[in-house]
């Protein structure tokens, strides 16, 4: 009898904590918020696999958001199958933190960026700038905004320029030249600079 009742509860708890797992990993996966991109339309975020390039990039971060200007920052940014990682680093090299996306959660764990800044808006950037342009520009069709690539000349070097606009309104403009980025947000008023370092 004692052994029945040990193999019931036994059961019984494994049952609970599948069920509790199931629970977190349905949590987890409605944890991750859409971006305004405008201030009524919603976009997600694209899947990992949208930057087809591996990468491991160590960049320079300098930002402004609004009238808060951020100095200069190490960053490592990672990108493959599994993920998105940007790690912010001090002069030391140790991190002073982090954002992962990993397809079903966006998490940040720093107090560099302001508090009511979410992760989200930080990877969609980075999607903006190194994800597929086709795959960009499917995306952004099913949400009524238009992605465009072309090619100019900037500061006298040539440049890809990728721009997302609403009825003609550029949102964002984001400049690649020489493995450096520029993006500017025009309608959230913040610009930031990740440069390349060798």
Do not use: W
């Amino acid at each position: 009898m004692k052994k029945h009742f040990l193999l019931t509860s036994a059961i019984v708890l494994s049952l609970v904590l599948v069920s509790c797992a199931s629970s977190r990993n349905a949590e987890e996966e409605v944890h991750l918020n859409k971006v305004y991109v405008t201030n009524t339309t919603k976009v997600p975020l694209l899947p990992v696999s949208a930057i087809k390039e591996e990468l491991d990039l160590f960049q320079i971060f300098e930002g402004k958001f609004g009238q808060k200007s951020f100095p200069n920052t190490m960053v490592n940014l990672q990108s493959d199958s599994e993920g998105i990682v940007i790690l912010m680093l001090n002069d030391l090299g140790i991190e002073i933190g982090s954002i992962e996306y990993n397809g079903k959660s966006c998490v940040m764990n720093s107090s560099f960026f302001p508090k009511n800044l979410k992760a989200e808006y930080i990877v969609l950037d980075l999607q903006n700038a190194y994800a597929d342009a086709e795959e960009l520009k499917a995306h952004y069709k099913k949400h009524n905004l238009d992605f465009d690539e072309t090619s100019a000349m900037v500061n006298g070097q040539e440049a890809k320029v990728r721009t997302i606009c609403k009825d003609g309104n550029i949102i964002e403009q984001i400049v690649l030249q020489n493995s450096n980025v520029e993006i500017k947000n025009k309608l959230r008023d913040y610009t930031y600079n990740l440069s390349f370092v060798q």
